[in-house]
Structures are given as C-alpha cells and as structure tokens.
C-alpha cells in the first residue's frame, strides 16, 4: 500500500468518447492490482489542482505501459493534462446524489437539493452513461409532476452560465421539433426586432434533422460568434441569429441530451426542463413556444400537445418566464426547402414578399411573431398578427434582417447545388400524406446540412391535386455520389409521398 | 459511396470494457467520414461468418492507422477475430426490441414475446451499457407484474443452456444475499445427498463480499469443474458444490447485474428473475430460498420479505419450479468466520459435530436442509428437520462432504492466515449491533477473497455480554499491509460493532 503506486504518468492516446470520461489503465499496473480496480470500476483521477471522475478500461496491450495512464478526450480536456504529466488515482467516495437517482428509480418524489445536486455532479461529469441512462429513464413515463419538473429545470439553470441584457423584457421562441423546413425563426428575429423588442436568438445545429437554424442561416451570414460579438449585435439591432454551442447554457443538458439521442426517447419532463432552462438562462423574460402536430411530427396527438402545452406554461411560470404555447398544424413539412440553402431561399423569399414565396411558412411566421408581440405587452391583444403583417410587408423586416447579418459580418446570396434530380408523380390523384420522417432522412443522404446546398425543393403540398408525371420535388447534390445515394433511398421506399 | 472503404483491418488493441462492446476507429477513416459514424454511434462490424453491434470511439492518434480499426476485448472475443482480419463495418439497422423497453419506459406492459426479444438481443451484446441501464431501470420499482417477471423469466431461461439430470427431483437452495459468513450451502448439499437426493449446486464467487460459495469451497477442494466433471461427480455422489461461472446458465443475467452493480440497485423482479432463471436452467425442480431480514441486510423490512416471499413462490409456479421461500433473522453475521479460510473452517465444525462449531450455523443449515427435504415430498410434513439433524449428528453428512470434496479432485485442509491482530472491546456493556455490510468490508480490506486465509474470526454475538477488552474479533491477513489497511478502516469507523 505504498503510496507512490497511485501515481502514474499521463500518456495522449486520443480516444473521443463524447461526453463519458474514461481512464485507461494497464492490467499489470501496480495500483490496479493493490487497489483491485477492475473494468467499468469508477476511480477519481486527480492532478494538483483539480480532479474528474473516470470509469477504468483496462488495457491489455502495449498502448500503455503499466506505470502510464491515459484518459479519454473529455477527460484529458475537463483535468486539462499534458503528455507526461504525473495523476493521482484512487478510489472514488461515493457519490451522494446516486441515493436521489435511486429513490427516484423506486418512484419517491425529489425536491430541488436534490435534482440541484444531481445536475451538479452530472456537469462535474461524475456519473457514467449508466448512471445517466438510469436518470433519464426513471424520470420520463409521467413519473414527474409540475413541482419536480419546475424543481429540475431550476436546478439546470443554475448548472451553467446566465445572461443578463439589462432590458425589462426580452423575448425567445421555440419550437418543439419534428417539422421539416420549419424555418420560422430567423423571420420571427426580424419582425420583432424591427418592431423594436429585443430577440437574442441562438439556435442548435442540426442534431438529427437535415438543418438546423444555425445550419441555415450560416448560409447567409456567420453564427458562430463570441459572447462579446453576439452582446454587441444585439446592443446594435436588437436582435441576432446565432448558434448557441459556445454559450455554455445549462450544460447538463447537453449532456442529458445525448444520452435521450442514444436511447431514441424524449420524456416530457426532461424536454420542458431543458427547452425552459436553455431559454431563461439566456436571459429572456417572454417566450413563445410552438408545438406542432402531426402523425409523423414529434408530437402526435392533440392530447399530448394539450399536455404539454399546459405544463410549459405552468412550470414556466414556476421560473419566473411569461411562456405561451402554440399548437399548430405539423402534418406535412413547411415552406418548399429542405436543407440550409433552400430553407434560406424560402427565408429570403418571404422577406422580399415574393409572389412565389411559400404562403405556409409566412402564415405560421405571422402567427408565432405576432404572439410574441401581444405576449409582450407592447402590442395590445389581437392586434398581434395584423402588426406583424404590416412589419413584414411594408420591408422593414427585410431592412433588419440584412442589418442583423451585416452586423454578424457578412451577408451572403445562396447559391444553388450544382447536381439535381427531379421527381415526378407515377400516377396522378389527390397528394394525401407526406411522411415527415423519411422526406427528412432523404434529405440527409443527400448531404444536408454538411453539404449547405443539399436537400429538397417541394414543389407540392397536402391535398394538392397531382397529374401523372407532375413534378413532386427536386433532389439537390453537392455531388452525383451522393444523389445517387438519395435516389437509392427514395427508389427503396414507396411511401415518402402518398398519392391516391 | 464505394463499398471497400467499409472493410478496415483489425489491429489488437487489447482494451477491456468488461461486457461492452467498443469498436474503434480514426477520425480521419473514409468511412467515418462516409457513413457519417461519430462517437457513440452503434455501427455494425461483420467478420464472413458473423457480426456483432459496437459503439463507436474515435481515434485521433497513432494508436491506430486511418486503414485500421480496433475492438473492445469483450467484442473481440464475440466477433473471434485475429490481427489483420478485414472487417466489414455498416450502419446499424434498428433494433426493434429497443421499441419495447421504451414502451416499458412509457409504463405499459410486456408480453413473454416482448421480454424474449430484449433478451435474444442483450446476449447476442446488441444493447450498449445505455440501453442496458434504461432497461433495468424501467423494469425497478414495482414497475412489472407478477405476470411480467414470469415472462422475463422464461425468457432468461431460454436464452442459454438448460441442463437435464433425468431425475424425477433435483433439489436447489439459494440464499437472498447479504449476510457476512452465512455459508449453509456446502452443509445443505451435504446433508440433502447423504440423505439420497440430487443436489448439483453450481455457487457464485463472491461479487461484493468477502467471500462466496465458490471461494470457499476451494479452499477445500477443486471448483472449476467443467460440464462433463460436474455430471460425473453429481451421478457418483448425488451431489456437487462447483464454481457456476463457466456454465452459461442464463447469459443475459451475468451482463444485467454488472449494469445493477454500477447502479448499485437490485429491483425486485430483476432479483426474481435472476434467481430462478438460474435454478430452472440448471435443471430443478424443488428450491428453498432462504431470505435473512435486517437493518443491514439486503432485504430490510419484514414487510419487503413476505412481499418477496410470495412472488419468488408464484414466479416459481408459473416457470414449472416448486419453490419454498424462508424468511430467517438477518441481523448479524451467521458463524464466527468471515473470509473462505475462516468459513470452511466453520463448515468442517459443524461437520465434525464439534463443541465449539458455531451453532447459529448449524440450526440456519438443520431448517434450510430439513424444509428442502420436505419440499421434496421424500420425507413427511414437520420431520424435516428432525431427519435432517440425525444425518448430520450421525457423521453421514460428513462423510458425504468429503467424498464429494475427493470427487471433485482433492480434499485439503484449511490454514489459518500468518498474520493476525485481535480486536478487543474498549468498554463493557452488552452488544446491541454489528453491521454486516462494514464488518464486510473490514474482511475485504484485510484481503479477503483474493488472499483465501484472510478475513476475520467473530468471537461475539448480538446481545453478548461484553467485558471491557474482552475479545470482540480477531483480524487475519497474508501480509502485514494488508492488516494495517484493514485495521486503518477500523480506526476510522467506530460502529462496526456497538456496546451500550
């Protein structure tokens, strides 16, 4: 039991792993034998002034020899070590708010101190995939009421960083997933912010979709912006568009988030804490939140939309956020676009109030802006619509959206993709269903969004009438491998389109 | 899209992840890139003649070339692959059971259809430590049925070997864990096949404690028998204690209690599941199941243990097993020994009818064998433990443990450890408490169950009458290290046992 067996020497072996920290140790090394560390063993790891929380593999081979340790990336990164550095390992001391995780398993309710220490161990990175996957799991199937729900989404804020504008009322949207092209956000941005309201909006990438807003509209301008850089955007123009994954809002749930990626569940609980955490701890005060519904959108039904709605707003209250909740039609994809360039042609089209600018993405625009206007405060009720129209059509919406882009520090024209295909109707009838899901997955094969121009050009809707070989849509490539890859898909599957 | 970039070669890595499979590869290989592969994706890697299911980690160093990849020990073995053996990797299609554990997140109920393709999938190693863990999470906290935990029963059992005695009657026991030094098996078996009955008894090592059956029994005799050694000694002397690790009795309940372990729960219908899935795998018909009730115990409530009572005996009738559930006094430790040397010395006692072989022992063994025997229906209602004691009184049972130990390839006597250290009491007054799961870890600490000798040797009982610096334990190890690790947890920790 001597103690400088504990100590060995880091080595780089470049493992990425996401978020799971893991410590990779020989078999034969002398602290695993005296320690009786074995695989999947949870073990601090410490330098001098800092110290993570690691699961052991064990290490067979000559990767490492037995004095050197090595740690996955997200290790290496959180303990911020250098090749040939000396780390301490030793046991880990329990991890206390486990006992929470476990009560809540065996179906006890939790109070805040204990979701806010959950969260708070979680951020340090001291629970594995296990621990998190188990976390996830006992807290989705209606197994939260509003008070837990609030209690965790308070604790999710204050797991990170919180903005503050120094503005009385500060407004956000969002929209709760599932709806292709639905590119309403970067149009929301402009009318409100034209208006004069303050709307710092950021946006994720694409996470399984075909683009995400970040996605799009890095087409038009830069989104990848310091916290500095975005201050200023929004102190100029009142509004801005950028991608929020430098910002450090409620890290827990970045990491939650990718555990309910991997297990295909998105709980009601854990989806109302993370959208409600990420919008409060960016400092906004009024939000509007859109929930559409359709039979292959993300919310299926009109009584779990109702639901739903009904507890945002509630626990939004519980946090001190002024939430409305819109439910919406989500049976078909919105607009003509499907992938970054194209979403950004629609944005562009409906900006300019082109004749052929997509009527459904302006309708859905005019509605969750003026919302967001009445929610305000600033535009008296049922006058919220009428004055978003007015913004949008008289060009000042236009006017902001191109200075919000020249202010982030360029604005660029979308170009189209150099390889396409398209596709017409094998019979003619009435267009019955679009099934959201796989028009999003062919999309993506043909390269959206890390091929900007990729994706999908409607060119029908629901209930549209369709003569034998009309056109449906056109594919877009960046190259011909791809669309071959797309067509492959489409090719495989009858039911994309459904024309009867 | 060219296919070749799909087939990479193996380099060992020699990297072990206990049962998950990890596969590896470069960020910078065609097909990451191609396919769109990033950390955690589950990808599927095929040999000619077989594949198995990975999560991916990416390699941004030299341990690996772009035109290489690696695979997690665990995966390596399935996969039966050799240095430079060309793989060929794809997107994982979906795993249809995982739509039944989200239904089970979801709260609804699983028929044996349902809980058979979970199972199929989690021993074919198709679920990562995510998956796994949401599983036995949404199965925790009287969240399945009696009619569920049947299925998952049956569904264990099908899922491996199934041994066949061709015996009308095959009597098992087993013990709901938890206490220190409570090693009634090996005299159980004694006593049942001195008596004429078949009792193939496959034991643990010990996973949390100082010492399991298995670990025991080898002090005295060989327990890594193979399949064909077991049925050999079962057909000579109508009875076996072996070491079960090698069998394949229901696989996927070895990879479901690693993922318990790291949650550190044990819910109830995994436990029954776990319990008789192994029993009726190995071929039984007719088990007793003790279950010790304590403050310190695994099963803590009277009210927790009837509840289990009934649904092991219901469980039981419904997968074909006649079982008997005995509720017994788990509040201290059972015997003096606590460590494999220490128990079998216990065990030898109360073989040899020795004056000072630990009673408490004795009596647990003379109930649990006597209600195996009238479970059988070989000896009548309320004789049980009266025939069972004459078989031990008579020598016969001893006779038959050594001639099953000699069937097994030696009989050995066990030595007491060469190091040692008496703990004596620093008051006097009665004792009120000793905690099993510290007085546990005391004896592993001291080296327990690696160092066989190791352990502690109880010199007192609950309610004992204490003097001050009357001898409360004795301490042993194989090396002076080891005792003062040991003793340094006793130091800190002034409640292993309580006098007032």
Known sequence: MEQHSNILKYKHLGIY??????????????????????????????????????????INSDILLPNEIGLSDAAAKKLNVSPNDMLYVSHLEPIESLSHVRAKIYNQKLNYDAYNQIIKDIVEGDYSNIHLSAFITACAGDRMDIDEISDLTKAMIASGKQLNWNKEIVVDKHC?????????TPLVVAIVAAYGLTMPKTSSRAITSPAGTADTMEVLTNVALSADEIENVVNQEGGCFVWGGTAQLSPADDVLIKIEKALDIDSEGQLIASVLSKKAAAGSTHVVIDIPVGETAKVRSMEMAEKLKNHLENVGKAVGLKVKAIITDGSQPVGYGIGPTLEAIDILNVLKNEEDAPKDLKERVVLLAGELLELSGKVEKEKGMETAKEVLISGKAYEKFLAICKAQGRFTQPVLAPFKTEIRAETSGILKRIDNRKIAKLAKLSGAPQSKSAGISLNVHLNDKVEKDGLLYTLFAESQGELNYALEYKNRHNDIITIK
């Open 17 to 58: 792993t996401q978020n799971e920290n893991v410590v990779y140790m020989r078999d034969d090394c002398l602290v695993c034998i005296s320690e009786g560390f074995e695989a999947l063993t949870r073990i601090r790891v410490a330098k001098v002034t800092r110290s993570i929380v690691a699961s052991l593999n064990v």
């Open 176 to 184: 709760i997933g599932g709806l292709p092209g639905n590119r309403t």
